[in-house]
């Protein structure tokens, strides 16, 4: 369905009249765009399956296009790497726009849990883990790799989202494609939180969803993000270039 995505196309895309794309990197963990007006935005980037060494038909074309072009690929309904450059652009358009309100607490305390509370991760964020497990909650995560070992099996993850009091999702989900399939799956948490550098810090589009908080990150210097970018490096790289920012969607 990629409702959220094809939202966050119709609320950007007046914003894109007359600008052009500067500059695009898919790196090996993450995708970086830069517009022609100086603003840049990043999201995953994810495995892929490309039968050849062609990983990205439109490779080689997409410098100079209109940023409305690379915005829209954000609703492809087939390829997971369409939708990273999509978001990645979508991500640098809304760093060009006014900044919305912001939360000023750290979003995870902002939540108070408690033992009482039943959390679902989506995604495997190390650092928030260890904080969660400090406050002796119950927490279930569910991750697609099976790396680590204290995640549930795929079978148990619609009981986790179906019980938890917070749920905390991972902003990857709208490049695998998996975002609607995870908030209909819910079922009445207090706090639902989409997290990670991929999120779109943009409250207006996650109205009337079970989203309640949307934790992402705003580039700061976006040249040295394509730097690392293209050089393979990930969140814990890029983040001196990065402001993490929270908004309320309501």
């Known amino acids: 369905m990629l409702t959220v995505q094809k939202r966050l196309i ?29 603003h840049g935005g990043v999201a995953w980037t994810p495995n892929s399956l490309a039968p050849s060494c ?41 760093a060009s726009l006014p900044s919305p309100p912001t939360l000023k607490e750290e979003v995870i305390e902002s939540l108070h849990i408690t033992h009482n509370d039943r959390v679902a ?36 993850a619609g009981g986790a989202l179906l019980a938890c009091t917070v749920a905390i999702i991972t902003g990857t989900t709208l490049i695998n494609g998996t975002f609607d399939g995870l908030i209909a799956g819910l079922g009445e948490p207090r706090a639902v939180v989409v997290l ?33 970018v293209s050089e393979g490096g990930g969140t814990m790289l890029m983040k001196r270039y990065l402001d993490f920012e929270t908004v309320l969607t309501r």
Do not use: W
């Not at 950007?12 to 830069?34: E, M």
């Not at 989203?211 to 040295?224: C, E, K, L, Q």
């Open 54 to 94: 062609t990983y990205f038909e439109s490779a080689g074309t997409l410098i100079g296009r209109p940023v409305k072009e690379l915005l829209t690929m954000l609703g492809n309904e087939v390829s997971d790497l369409t939708r990273a450059v999509g978001l990645a652009t979508a991500n640098a358009v809304l």
């Open 121 to 156: 991760m989506v995604g495997y964020f190390g650092p928030v883990i260890v904080q969660l497990r400090k406050t002796g909650c119950q927490l279930d995560i569910l991750e697609l790799n099976n790396n680590h070992s204290d995640t549930l099996p795929p079978e148990k």
């Open 196 to 228: 990670g550098p991929s999120s779109p810090l943009c409250g207006d589009v996650f109205q009337d969803t079970k989203i309640t908080h949307v934790a992402g990150s705003r580039v700061r210097n976006t040249d040295a993000i394509l730097r690392i």
């Open 10 to 38: 119709d609320f950007l895309l007046p914003h894109t009249k007359h600008v052009t794309i500067s500059d695009v990197r898919i790196g090996l963990g993450y995708t970086a765009v830069k517009l022609g007006s100086g």
